[in-house]
Structures are given as structure tokens and as C-alpha cells.
């Protein structure tokens, strides 16, 4: 026991149960498995160690000691991989697959949690040897606030309107309002469609989020968030009853066309303006650099 | 290369109206002809894309 003894302690509690606090399974699915719940408490601990220790470092004038960040940084970078090829071998089995944007998204953000982690230490063990402990548990509180404000990024509703659009063919061409889906040959899967099939017409806000839901990865993260909060009417060898979205080049509006199992449009147009928007799809066309 | 997309069979009651590599069923009756793209559509895991009334595509996307 020394005097780093309990700031040590302390910022490494905080930063696991910080760890801890992020690592929530919501609708998304993921992790649900035990182990892969461990992988990353594991790795939040490494990087609250990391993050408590690199200050009685500067403090003993180790400050070669700090190196040790840098080592850290290709470690969780690893994750960022180990992320991208679990969720992108999975992908191959979903009904509706989540798509490379939305999986690049969920690896960046778990590496980007574990900085936090560290950053979060840092600071609290700061301020635990430089002031006091009350004063650590402040900043404690102030990280956790902070995490939470940060950790939810925008929703498709800030962006987007969402509107119950009807369903109809034209001849073969299945249409939600007016933009055309895909062609659909037989009467049989015709009928299917129009009992489950249910359509949303999107508007942009503004010119510049247009390019933002054309993006192929943000339209298929609609699809997929929508297939798993609702169900989706399809099986492997079905490949005509599959949910599409297309755009209407003339104004950027997009045409959602979907088969949920429930029911329910009400809880459709939620989910939908609930969606993530994509931090590799936003595009700024209106904003430059003088 | 990788073919992303190719027309797998042709149904028609039409034979005059197709020709080339891929199978084509020549079908007596529109009826027929829908229970013929149907049942390739769940064998060869494509879509069956009406092209007019009397000329089917079973297509793997």
C-alpha cells in the first residue's frame, strides 16, 4: 500500500463500470453472448488500467511510462477489427443483413468506448491526486453525463419525416406512393405483398441530409432495424419477398417498402424515425472550409 | 468477374419471343405459366420478373 494506492483503485473501478454502463444489449442484438460480454469488460478494465496508471507515472517522472498509451491504441484498434469480421461473418445469415456501414459503425464505436474508458481514468485519477476524492467523484459523475450525451448520435426523425405511404402495382411494378420498388411477376406473390407488405415515404428536412439517407448503407440499416423490431415476412428461398428502398431522383425522397410480421404502422413509422443515422453516411455538401 | 445478376430460365407462351442461352419453358396457357415461374422461382432461388403477359424471367439477384 502506497499513496497511489487508492486513486489507482478508484479511477479503475470507474472506468470498468464505465465500461460496464456502455455495454448495454438493446434491440440491436449484439453482444448478446456471455463471452463476448467478457471480451469487452475484459478490455474496458486493460484500458481503465491503462488510463489510472499513466498519471502516478507522470508523477514518479516516469514518463516513458506514457508510451504505454500508444501500445493501447493498436490494441483496441484490434477490436475495431475483431468487431468488423464477427458482425460481417455473421451478416451472411441474417434474413435482412445489417450492411458494411451500419457493422463498420457498431466496431468503431466499441474501440472509440474503450478510449473513453481511458480518458475517463485519466481524468478521475487526476483528480482524486491532485485535489481529492470528492473532487473524483465529481468528475466521476460529470464522464458518466457526458458518455451518455455522446454515446446517442442522431436519429433518422431529426432528419427525415416519416409518412404511411400506400402500397399498388402497376401492372408488375410494385410502387410505394410514386417510386417504383421492383418488379413482381407473380399474382400469387402480388397478394402476399400487398396483405403484408407496408410502405413509408421519407422526405428530407434539407437539401444536405438528401445524400445522407440515399446512402446504400443508411437504407439498408432502415431495413434492418425494421425486420428486427417488427419481424419480417420472408425465408431463405423467397428472394421476391425481400424489403427494398429506392429514391425518387426527382426530389431525394425515399420509398421504404417492408414486410413486418407485426402489424402495427404506428410502431413501424417509431421504429423507422428511431433508426440510427449512420456516422459514414452523413455528408456536409453545404458546409466548406473558408 | 463476378455475374451479379443473370437471367436463370425464360417461361413464355410465346416461344417467337425468346431466343438465347438461357432455358426457356414454352407454356399453353397464362395459368401454366405462372405455376411454372412459381415453382422455378422457389427451385433456383430467384425472382420471377414479368416482362408482359406472356414472357417470364426467373432472375438471381
Known sequence: ?290 | MKMEKAILAAVTTKTNKVAGSAAVFTCETKEEMEAVAANLEAILDGIAHALSDHLYIIVKH
Open chain 1, 1 to 290: 500500500m502506497n499513496e497511489y494506492t487508492y486513486p489507482i483503485l478508484f479511477g479503475i473501478l470507474v472506468g470498468t463500470a464505465m465500461r460496464v454502463y456502455m455495454l448495454r444489449t438493446d434491440y440491436r442484438q449484439y453482444p448478446t453472448y456471455l463471452h463476448g460480454k467478457i471480451i469487452h469488460l475484459s478490455l474496458g478494465f486493460i484500458a481503465a488500467s491503462l488510463g489510472t496508471i499513466a498519471i502516478p507515472s507522470i508523477m514518479e517522472k516516469e514518463f516513458t511510462a506514457v508510451t504505454f498509451l500508444t501500445l493501447a491504441a493498436s490494441q483496441f484498434r484490434e477490436v475495431r477489427n475483431m468487431e468488423r469480421n464477427t458482425l460481417t461473418e455473421m451478416d451472411a445469415f441474417e434474413l435482412v443483413p445489417r450492411g458494411n456501414t451500419y457493422i463498420e459503425g457498431i466496431a468503431v464505436a466499441f474501440e472509440s468506448r474503450n478510449y473513453l474508458v481511458i480518458f475517463t481514468s485519466f481524468i478521475v485519477t487526476l483528480c482524486y491526486l491532485a485535489v481529492n476524492l470528492w473532487v473524483a467523484i465529481g468528475a466521476a459523475i460529470v464522464a458518466f453525463i457526458m458518455c451518455t450525451f455522446w454515446m446517442s448520435g442522431s436519429k433518422l426523425s431529426d432528419i427525415v419525416t416519416v409518412e404511411e405511404s400506400t402500397l399498388s402495382f402497376d401492372g408488375a411494378g410494385l410502387y410505394v406512393d410514386n417510386i417504383y420498388i421492383m418488379n413482381i411477376g407473380l399474382p400469387e406473390r402480388q397478394e402476399e405483398i400487398l396483405k403484408y407488405g407496408m410502405g413509408f415515404i421519407l422526405t428530407p428536412k434539407s437539401f444536405s441530409v438528401r445524400s445522407t439517407i440515399a446512402n446504400l448503407g443508411q437504407r439498408q440499416a432502415i431495413l434492418h432495424d425494421v425486420s428486427v423490431s417488427l419481424g419480417v415476412f420472408r425465408d431463405s428461398g423467397t428472394p421476391a419477398l425481400v424489403p427494398l428502398i429506392k429514391r425518387d431522383l426527382n426530389d431525394g425522397r425515399i420509398g421504404v417498402f417492408i414486410l413486418p410480421q407485426l402489424q402495427d404502422p404506428l410502431r413501424a413509422k417509431e421504429v423507422i424515425s428511431a433508426v440510427p443515422v449512420l456516422e459514414n453516411a452523413i455528408q456536409m455538401p453545404s458546409k466548406k472550409i473558408d
